[in-house]
T-cell receptor, first 114, second 113 residues
Framework: DTEVTQTPKHLVMGMTNKKSLKCEQH?????MYWYKQKAKKPPELMFV???????INESVPSRFSPECPNSSLLNLHLHALQPEDSALYLC?????????????FGSGTRLTVV | DAKTTQPPSMDCAEGRAANLPCNHS???????VYWYRQIHSQGPQYIIH???NNETNEMASLIITEDRKSSTLILPHATLRDTAVYYC??????????????FGTGTRLKVLA
């Protein structure tokens, strides 16, 4: 299995809702990443997990809460989001945090906050 | 924050070589250059990476100048399916020793029939 799987593919949520995005890989990768991408902009790094521990938080608002329950799974919990949080949320993984090899990205979850 | 600069857009005729330049003049000696592409609304796809030698794989070639301040991604025979945004990335190392990609603005390549 050489894929990163993200679910759901699309999500519409209200500003008072709580929802979660899920990311899964079975390549034995030990680093996982969340990126946020607004329309016609490059992806922006949000979080980096290294061996299931949070190693980078790019000053992301607390309404985004990441979780890495095991080495194959990465979640992003969403609460009290704003319409400007609507974006494509991308998950990626790599062999380990310092590998020189590339990342494998999922296809993303397109989030709309209403 | 991005350490790379790329032209915002390029056109290429189908079947011709597409040469995408990238400037990374502040690159450090042990930093790799990575290229990814993103086809509309999909996740970025890894293409190739290199340190100082030229690299080739089944998708593309990467030419890095001797001073390592710039590189060129070459798609030897562009097809319509190569239409995408191409990102050149230099990986950063943080003060905690963790690596991270910072994407630049990318080049929107349009392959014309």
């Amino acid at each position: 299995d050489t894929e990163v799987t993200q679910t759901p593919k699309h999500l519409v949520m209200g500003m008072t809702n709580k929802k979660s995005l899920k990311c899964e890989q079975h390549m034995g990768h030990r680093a996982m990443y969340w990126y946020k991408q607004k329309a016609k902009k490059p992806p922006e790094l949000m979080f980096v997990y290294s061996y299931e521990k949070l190693s980078i938080n790019e000053s992301v608002p607390s309404r985004f809460s990441p979780e890495c329950p095991n080495s194959s799974l990465l979640n992003l919990h969403l609460h009290a989001l704003q319409p400007e949080d609507s974006a494509l949320y991308l998950c990626a993984s790599s062999q380990d945090p310092s590998t020189n090899y590339g990342y494998t990205f999922g296809s993303g979850t397109r989030l709309t906050v209403v | 924050d991005a350490k790379t600069t790329q032209p915002p857009s390029m056109d290429c005729a189908e079947g011709r070589a597409a040469n995408l330049p990238c400037n990374h003049s502040t690159i450090s000696g042990n930093e790799y250059v990575y290229w990814y592409r993103q086809i509309h609304s999909q996740g970025p796809q890894y293409i190739i990476h290199g340190l100082k030698n030229n690299e080739t794989n089944e998708m593309a070639s990467l030419i890095i100048t001797e001073d390592r301040k710039s590189s060129t991604l070459i798609l030897p025979h562009a097809t319509l399916r190569d239409t995408a945004v191409y990102y050149c990335i230099v990986r950063l190392i943080t003060t905690s020793g963790t690596y991270k990609y910072i994407f630049g603005t990318g080049t929107r390549l349009k392959v014309l029939a």
